[in-house]
């Protein structure tokens, strides 16, 4: 559907904190084998929520990122960072320092004694920021990869850590109300996705077929299979009917929208009454 001009730039922003995070895991992937990497928690404590871009459990320490994906020369401010343009907007620095508290008071009354750090890491190699103070608690894009090679990470996580990481879990609220747009089917656009730039086929022809949008070759059923579950995402409490998916398809072939659910999802029911799952 066509969002509105709030809803889309709103939309840009998380899709940009989104490939900032993407770029950040590339750091800690490989630290994998010897720490407990958490990512995007939602918490809560007294009722204060907060959230967690990513979180490592080490031997020795607990530390936290949060993650900007800003672009461009930014003039520093204890509470406020200036762009070029003369757009002001908060110091990073000030909501980490809130989601510290927070989660050291979550970990104290979960018995955790562990010391906490936190960061705030700029992943956009096109970031600039003019005037910062080389003690404040923050990665620069230069000093990201350093940082890692420097984190002593030889020792592998205790059980009691393992179990750390365990409650967590438990306690990231994954339902936390977003500000997601208001939807409903008929407003929808239906076609199938390019699995590639994710623009909608309304038809298709054969096994593969060119996206008009991005020029890449896209595999057909691929494609089917990601509008099935982009249905799911966006209506989670709907029935996958034969009827429904080819009228979300939109392309009017059910001998091949059937052809994939009953390949790549379980039938339940009967007759009419069929959907899967
Ligand atoms: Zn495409």
Not at 128 to 137: H, I, N, R, Y
Not at 138 to 162: C, H, K, M
Not at 171 to 197: F, N, V, W
């Amino acid at each position: 559907m066509h969002l509105s001009n709030d809803d889309y730039y709103y939309y840009l922003n998380l899709l940009k904190g989104f490939e900032g995070e993407k770029r950040f895991d590339e750091f800690t992937e490989k630290l994998k084998e010897f720490c407990l990497i958490l990512n995007d928690l939602q918490l809560e404590i007294r009722r204060s929520s907060f959230q967690i871009d990513t979180l490592l459990i080490l031997f020795d320490r607990i530390i936290l990122f949060e993650i900007k994906n800003y672009e461009g020369v930014h003039y520093w401010g204890k509470e406020k960072f200036t762009k070029l343009n003369g757009v002001v907007m908060e110091n990073p620095a000030l909501q980490l320092q809130k989601t510290r508290v927070r989660l050291e008071l979550l970990l104290s009354e979960l018995g955790c004694q562990m010391k906490v750090e936190a960061f705030v890491v700029y992943v956009n190699p096109e970031f600039t920021l003019l005037g910062a103070p080389a003690d404040e608690q923050l990665l620069l894009p230069t000093q990201i990869s350093g940082y890692f090679g420097n984190l002593r990470v030889d020792t592998a996580p205790t059980e009691e850590q393992i179990k750390l990481a365990g409650t967590l879990t438990k306690l990231h609220k994954p339902d936390y109300p977003s500000k997601m747009p208001e939807y409903r089917y008929d407003q929808l656009i239906k076609g199938i996705p390019c699995t590639a730039c994710g623009a909608l086929f309304g038809t298709f022809i054969g096994h593969r077929q060119s996206c008009a949008n991005c020029g890449k070759k896209v595999n057909v059923k691929n494609a089917i299979k990601t509008g099935i579950s982009d249905f799911r995402l966006l209506f989670p409490n709907e029935r996958v009917t034969s009827a429904r998916m080819t009228d979300w398809c939109g392309t009017g072939r059910r001998d091949r929208i059937f052809r994939v659910l009953r390949d790549e999802f379980t039938a339940k029911g009967s007759g009419n009454a069929r959907y899967y799952e």
